[in-house]
């Protein structure tokens, strides 16, 4: 079992920034990877960033150059640098591990998910 805590949420205008934190715990492997996903209500979920644990990214296209996924395996916690918001980043964030050193933004390749943090952005 994997557990997931996200902090960092929160309401900000359009052109700002947030950084979201998940810290893991319990049986984490050494070969994982993990991800930010995100979900409007009434939408599914979809794959925002993603990591190795050797550090190898992927984003979807909407965030390229303004989102940055990071690391510190040290202190089994993963983060999301959102700079210049949008209205349309708006959503819960969720953070996601799976076992595994396949690098993907697919939902259902990851095995352990957080509650989520709200993140709303006004324009």
């Known amino acids: 079992q994997v557990q997931l805590t996200e902090s960092g949420g929160g309401s900000v205008q359009a052109g700002g920034s947030l950084r979201l934190s998940c810290k893991a715990s319990g049986s984490i492997q050494s070969d994982h990877g993990m991800g930010w996903f995100r979900q409007v209500a009434g939408h599914e979920r979809k794959g925002v960033a993603a990591i190795t644990i050797n550090g190898v990214t992927t984003y979807t296209d909407s965030v390229k150059d303004r989102f940055s996924i990071s690391q510190d395996n040290a202190k089994n916690t993963l983060y999301l640098q959102m700079n210049s918001l949008k209205p349309e980043d708006t959503g819960m964030y969720y953070c996601?591990?799976?076992?595994?050193?396949?690098?993907?933004?697919?939902?259902?390749?990851?095995?352990?998910w957080g509650q989520g943090t709200q993140v709303t952005v006004s324009s």
């Open positions: 996601a591990y799976r076992a595994g050193r396949l690098l993907n933004l697919v939902e259902g390749a990851y095995n352990y």
